[in-house]
């Protein structure tokens, strides 16, 4: 991929994956996706089924999809993240689809597929070139990612 609009518009429209896993049962509506000046055409919400035995968290993916992939996502994406993260009470990131599996989630063999995220507290993160996914300094920002994960939801210890 020699840019990330066009890992996002693989399928023609830009598709925009955005997940969370935190403590609030309930999920973003479509109009929380809307900004002044910007918002998806689509807005399509899943669960994810939870770990057995494991996490005590919830899940949930939103895929945002934009027929215009001529905007500038990345402030637009800070402001997601921000808004899932708190609605959440946990963590958001966006990612390529395909990219989520609880056991590799904010591991080094991932990092390149997750090109944003919010931890509890944090500033929103959009990296909008994929020479940083890349690099060690975002897989190492990835791996700091998955160490808030386990304090804030830890396994069960009996699994």
Known sequence: M????E???WSGPAVVILFTLGRAESSLLESDF??????PDEVERFPVSAEEGG???VVR?????????DQD????????LRKASAHAEGIAWLAFEGAFHFDHLFTEDVADQIYGYRVPGGDPVVAWDSAILKSDGWKQEIGEVRSVLDSAFPM???R
């Open 73 to 80: 996502f990345a402030p637009y994406l800070r402001t997601c």
């Open 156 to 158: 069960d210890p009996g």
């Open 2 to 5: 020699s840019s990330l609009k």
């Open 55 to 57: 996490r005590q968290a």
């Open 34 to 39: 809307e900004t002044p000046g910007m918002r």
């Open 7 to 9: 890992a996002i518009c």
């Open 61 to 69: 993916e939103y895929d945002l999809t934009f027929q215009d992939a």
